[in-house]
């Protein structure tokens, strides 16, 4: 399985801008559907963004959609999440997982990086 390091995760307050990075490790990484999760203090993990294999197309959970972006860069084998707008809601613990070719779900997941965001 292919390994994920998130960083970039910090404190900033409301209306400031955080952009999360997402290295993986492997031979495949262009291959994979990747995708970003967050999970807040006493709730379930919740769906952020996915981006396809070659970039070429992304979805956004609507409570973040038109704030966040993600993007990739194969050669650098290296997935983002550049958000903006952010919202003391959006504090959380972020995931970053990948979802091999063949799989039908995200099977192989970061430590997470924590986002804090202060009103």
């Known amino acids: 399985q292919v390994q994920l390091v998130e960083s970039g995760g910090g404190l900033v307050q409301a209306g400031g801008s955080l952009r999360l990075s997402c290295a993986a490790s492997?031979?495949?990484?262009?291959?994979?559907?990747m995708g970003w999760f967050r999970q807040a203090p006493g709730k379930e993990r919740e769906f952020v963004a996915r981006?396809?294999?070659?970039?070429?197309?992304?979805w956004y959970a609507d409570s973040v959609k038109g704030r966040f972006t993600i993007s990739r860069d194969n050669a650098k084998n290296t997935v983002y999440l550049q958000m903006n707008s952010l919202k003391p809601e959006d504090t959380a613990v972020y995931y970053c997982?990948?979802?091999?070719?063949?799989?039908?779900?995200?099977?192989?997941w970061g430590q997470g990086t924590q986002v804090t965001v202060s009103s």
């Open positions: 997982a990948s979802q091999g070719s063949g799989a039908t779900t995200f099977n192989s």
């Open positions: 492997g031979r495949t990484f262009s291959s994979y559907v």
């Open positions: 981006i396809s294999w070659s970039g070429g197309f992304t």
